[in-house]
């Protein structure tokens, strides 16, 4: 019949099965429509606006203190961003009934799930880590303050590993629950009231991502010892291992969940 030439051979084995067309789908609701550009102008706008009044207002202000409160705007707002998008990831598809329809066709669970973190995390890499990072090593640059490109690029990195850590975390959750309320509630809490679980455990510094982006008292974040150039805690390396570490386990648990999920 004709009408069979619209259709697609899926050709795959195993558990990549329909990986690829999951992700041209994905992609495409990311850079095919108007939500990449939105999201850069959003991130973009509001953190380069902000270093921008900061950086060339009259009245002067050291180059540690504007590195200083990038680390935090960069590393803190957007991940707002990561858990609000992510919260439909799976919720939203499992609600609707669209993912119990695309499993119908050749496409495996896992599949779906990579589906879903990759596109988004090539989403989020671009709108919320480069765009606003290259806006600020411009505003940087015309303000007269040197940087070290690679440790710049190292500290977008960082940021990157925090978001995905809530990137992660939001999709694993949406794997777990049915509702939207504890998927986005439980995230943005952990986001929010990092600094107070420290201080009330202070063990939690290496298993949150905190201080990969944002400073506790004295000691500075690992994206601003990276920026400034200076050395390296140890400590802060250790945490950045861990939280990635964490962000692949909340995968593997994901990929777990969801193939026990019934539809």
């Avoid at 795959?12 to 850069?40: D, E, N, V, Y």
């Avoid at 609000?84 to 499993?103: F, H, P, S, Y």
């Avoid at 629950?177 to 202070?202: D, E, H, K, M, S």
């Avoid at 010892?225 to 250790?238: H, K, N």
Wanted: overall charge positive.
């Amino acid at each position: 019949m004709s009408g069979n030439e619209s259709f697609e051979l899926v050709s795959q084995r195993g558990w990549t099965r329909g990986l690829p067309t999951m992700l041209r789908s994905g992609m495409a609701r990311w850079f095919k429509t108007h939500m990449w550009w939105i999201q850069c102008l959003i991130w973009g706008g509001m953190i380069g606006g902000v270093l921008a009044m900061i950086a060339f207002n009259p009245q002067d202000i050291s180059k540690e203190d504007l590195f200083m409160l990038f680390s935090v705007f960069a590393g803190l707002f957007p991940a707002v961003g990561v858990i609000i998008i992510m919260q439909d990831a799976l919720v939203g598809e499992k609600r609707e009934g669209t993912a119990a329809w695309v499993l119908s066709k050749p496409l495996t669970r896992p599949a779906f799930v990579l589906s879903k973190i990759i596109a988004n995390s090539a989403g989020i890499l671009l709108t919320m880590v480069l765009v606003p990072g290259i806006l600020a090593y411009i505003i940087f640059s015309i303000r007269g303050f040197q940087l070290n490109p690679l440790g710049f690029l190292e500290a977008l990195g960082v940021i990157f590993v925090s978001h995905f850590y809530f990137l992660a975390l939001t999709l694993m959750l949406g794997a777990f629950f049915n509702q939207r309320g504890p998927v986005i509630g439980i995230p943005l809490g952990i986001l929010f009231l990092q600094q107070n679980l420290i201080g009330f455990l202070p063990a939690l510094q290496f298993v949150l991502p905190w201080m990969l982006v944002i400073p506790l008292g004295s000691s500075p974040s690992l994206v601003f010892s990276l920026i400034m150039g200076i050395g390296t805690q140890v400590d802060l390396l250790i945490t950045l291992a861990i939280i990635f570490g964490q962000s692949i386990l909340f995968i593997l648990l994901s990929l777990w969940r969801f193939n026990r999920e019934e539809f």
